[in-house]
């Protein structure tokens, strides 16, 4: 059963950064594909970035250039680098991961909340 376990959220400024990690209990961790997700009050849950198996990333539009997620060597754990950040970005932030190959996520942490404040 994979468990996953957010850490470092927070309250931060407009423009300051803040970095999120989440630590997947899994065997074979290598074989999922590690996600952001976030949610914001009123608003559905959107995806913001992914990490696959052979590194390559997934982000949001609404995060590029400014977010960068990435996995350890072991594949045990995510990041997810925030700068620049904007009010926007105020949300619950949740860890996933999905196998190789599958459609949905179907692991989830239980969420970090980030508050972007002037």
């Known amino acids: 059963q994979v468990q996953l376990a957010e850490s470092g959220g927070g309250s931060v400024q407009i423009g300051g950064s803040l970095r999120l990690s989440c630590r997947a209990s899994l065997r074979g961790s290598y074989n999922y594909v590690l996600a952001w997700f976030r949610q914001a009050p009123g608003k559905e849950r959107e995806i913001v970035a992914a990490?696959?198996?052979?590194?390559?990333?997934y982000y949001a539009d609404s995060v590029k250039g400014r977010f960068t997620i990435s996995r350890d060597n072991a594949g045990n754990t995510v990041y997810l680098q925030m700068n620049s950040v904007k009010p926007e970005d105020t949300a619950v932030y949740y860890c996933?991961?999905?196998?190789?190959?599958?459609?949905?996520?179907?692991?989830w942490g239980q969420g970090t909340q980030v508050t972007v404040s002037s």
């Open positions: 996933a991961a999905k196998p190789r190959g599958a459609d949905a996520y179907d692991r």
């Open positions: 990490v696959y198996n052979n590194y390559s990333t």
